[in-house]
């Protein structure tokens, strides 16, 4: 690989010329060919493009806004990326639930469930669904973010030996989510 000094003309160059794209990354300015493009796209790569328009217009969206400019561009420089590829990955990544800790619910109202979530940017709600064998919603809300963990306060009590299904739901900004459920019995 060659490294070229670009003159004081070239150093702001980005785009397509003939069959080379240039690309500004960084300080760096990147030279590639032009692909090419051979055959009509299947229809699953039409739909991983279409996504990908989408994403796009959503990342043109939100670096329009200075304020959610402000905070992608601040933990692109973190990662070492552009603040355009963080958004596009954070829109083509949907948040993970990890665990839910139900070691402190017995059942009870007040009882707290734990939830671990994580997204490629960041969380912005995670919901609790307790739902009884007859997949009935007994109880469901929003977990508050204490301490780093996703936090459910039940409101209903649930009776002894009956078993639960708890589901927790983690939003990103994006709005996609991510699930996932355990069962509890109440012993």
């Given at each position: 690989?060659?490294?070229?000094t670009l ?37 699953a790569q ?65 009882d707290l ?75």
């Amino acid at each position: 690989m060659a490294n070229l000094t670009l003159n004081s003309a070239l150093q702001g160059i980005r785009g397509r010329i003939d069959n080379w794209v240039y690309r500004k990354f960084g300080d760096r300015v990147i030279i590639a060919r032009r692909p090419t493009v051979t055959a009509v796209p299947s229809p699953a790569q039409q739909a991983v493009r279409d996504r990908f328009k989408v994403a796009a217009a959503y990342a043109r969206a939100v670096l329009a806004d200075p304020v959610q400019q402000a905070r992608y561009e601040a933990a692109s420089r973190l990662k070492g990326t552009q603040a355009y590829a963080l958004v596009v990955g954070d829109f083509l990544k949907p948040p993970v639930v990890h665990a839910i800790d139900a070691s402190g619910y017995h059942g009870l109202a007040g009882d707290l469930i734990k939830v671990e979530a994580s997204d490629d940017f960041e969380v912005v709600a995670v919901g609790v669904v307790i739902r009884d064998a007859t997949d009935a919603i007994l109880e469901q809300g929003l977990a508050a973010l204490v301490e780093g963990r996703w936090t459910y306060a039940a409101t209903a009590a649930v009776a002894p030996g009956e078993s639960v299904t708890i589901e927790a739901t983690a939003t990103d900004r994006p709005g996609h989510s991510g699930a996932k459920l355990v069962t509890w019995t109440n012993a």
